[in-house]
């Protein structure tokens, strides 16, 4: 069993930043792979951004270059750092953990980018 809690949403103008936290507990955290999605109520749940057990990344179009991802399996946390943050990153932001023995999601924070 994994408990994930997110942190860090908050309500920023455009082109500003936020930083996203992942804590998990409960499991070997470096055995999952970690990632980060979002979703709107017009919108399904979709993948930003995803971080392996051996460290490779990998991202939403829409986000490379702004978004970055990391891990540090000693304090089993992830984090997001948005920058460059546009309307349309507006969503609910939700931390998902995952492995050959199933998947775990956090409750989400919500990300407002508005002026």
């Known amino acids: 069993q994994v408990q994930l809690v997110e942190s860090g949403g908050g309500l920023v103008q455009p082109g500003g930043s936020l930083r996203l936290s992942c804590a998990a507990s409960?499991?070997?955290?470096?055995?999952?792979?970690m990632a980060w999605y979002r979703q709107t109520p017009e919108k399904q749940r979709e993948l930003v951004a995803f971080?392996?057990?051996?460290?490779?990344?990998n991202y939403k179009d829409s986000v490379k270059g702004r978004f970055t991802i990391s891990r540090d399996n000693a304090k089993n946390t992830m984090t997001l750092q948005m920058n460059s943050l546009k309307p349309e990153d507006t969503a609910v932001h939700y931390c998902?953990?995952?492995?050959?023995?199933?998947?775990?999601w956090g409750q989400g924070t919500q990300v407002a980018v508005s002026s």
């Open positions: 998902r953990s995952s492995n050959s023995r199933g998947e775990y």
């Open positions: 409960g499991s070997i955290f470096s055995s999952y792979t």
């Open positions: 971080i392996t057990t051996y460290g490779s990344t």
